[in-house]
């Protein structure tokens, strides 16, 4: 027993000390790692320091200055910010509403510029149109004459050059602005003394294949091939008011304005890779043309006032633009409004009759309005001899006919 009691005691402490000595290494091996990851940590340390309002911090790269610092501008980056702002404080000077509408525009056409363009545009189609221009005389420039002279006369627009005396190159003292009572179809003339009444220019062409009636820059052109269509004075009368009515709110002066608008647009595109076909596309069917409807919806209504206070009735616009309605679609044309020039005509037509309560109201507060006849019989017998009939079909027209 006392041997074997001794003999397990050495076995006890000798097992005790070899697990003691091996498991040394593992304890020194544990603490060097400890103790390394303790030295050697993996976040790095950052020193704090105060960043102002506006400074780029530690963290900013060479590249990350801030745009809007002019400070940091090259001299092309500054030539090029003031072209734009002056190009958009000169587009908002010259913003403008229309006194039918309140449309906003861009209208920078002063008076001098506007007389020019009146000159050369009243020149060029003289000698575009020679040889066919009827001459003073003639019994149915007589009667067209008559028409526009008393609706320019009862809105107190001004009145028709005579054609035995030269045209007087004149630049008003202020421009000619559709501001007044006048200009909005009221017929006051409030403001337009005489000094400033505008002479206009009538000129019938004597084509009976072109339907159309123009206005611009105070040139009134009436081709011969619209009057079978507008059937008598009242049909005529609401033709010349709409034309008349695109002078009085200045749209020839307003696409010429439109034109450096379009340019800038253009040429902005251009710098930035975009130009070419996109910029054409842009400025024809997102500009011109939407620009150019509201213009004709504004002709009308205007157009309508102009006529009804010159004592013609209001309705007979319905009916001439019904009449056109029908020769566009025997021509084929009007399948397309966002492509045109014109809105639909039946959107027009629609427009018109809901207007026909102001403008009979218009109408009954002129005067001069009593049971006014209309001049039919006239109007056929200045037809008939230039040997032109009305068409059995409603005024259509025959095959050959340009409508435009």
Known sequence: MFRSSRFADSLTRSTSRRLHVQSLPCQTATHRALKTRSLSSSSPRHER??????????????????????????????????????????????????????????????????????????AQLQAEFRGKILPPHHPLVRHIRRVVSRILEENE?????????????RVPDDVWMPDDDAARGMGTGAGAGKERQKEWTLLVVNDDTVVNAAVSFGTILVFTGILPAMQDEQGLAAVLGH?????????????ISSIKVLIAIATVLDAFGSGGLLSSLIATYLLQLPNSRKQEYEADRIGMRLASRACYDPEAATRVFGRLRQMEVKMGGGKWEFFSTHPDLEKRIRVMHDLLPEAYTLRASNPACGDTPGGLAAFRDALGGMGMNLFADGGLPGDGWKFV
């Not at 092309?76 to 906003?104: D, F, M, S």
């Not at 001004?158 to 190159?169: E, K, T």
């Not at 034309?243 to 696409?255: F, P, Q, Y």
């Open 49 to 122: 320091r105060y960043v102002r309002f506006g400074e780029a911090g530690p963290s900013a790269g060479p590249y990350s200055s801030s745009f809007l610092d002019i400070r940091r501008w090259g001299w092309g980056e500054r030539i090029i910010a003031g072209l734009l702002l002056g190009g958009v404080v000169y587009y908002v000077g010259h913003l403008e509403k229309t006194p039918v509408t309140g449309r906003w525009r861009f209208m920078d056409v002063g008076p001098r510029l506007q007389a020019s363009l009146a000159e050369a545009n009243r």
């Open 157 to 169: 627009l001004g009145s028709l050059h005579d054609d035995a005396q030269p045209h007087r190159v």
């Open 243 to 255: 034309e008349i009515g695109h002078e009085v709110l200045r749209h020839s002066e307003e696409k």
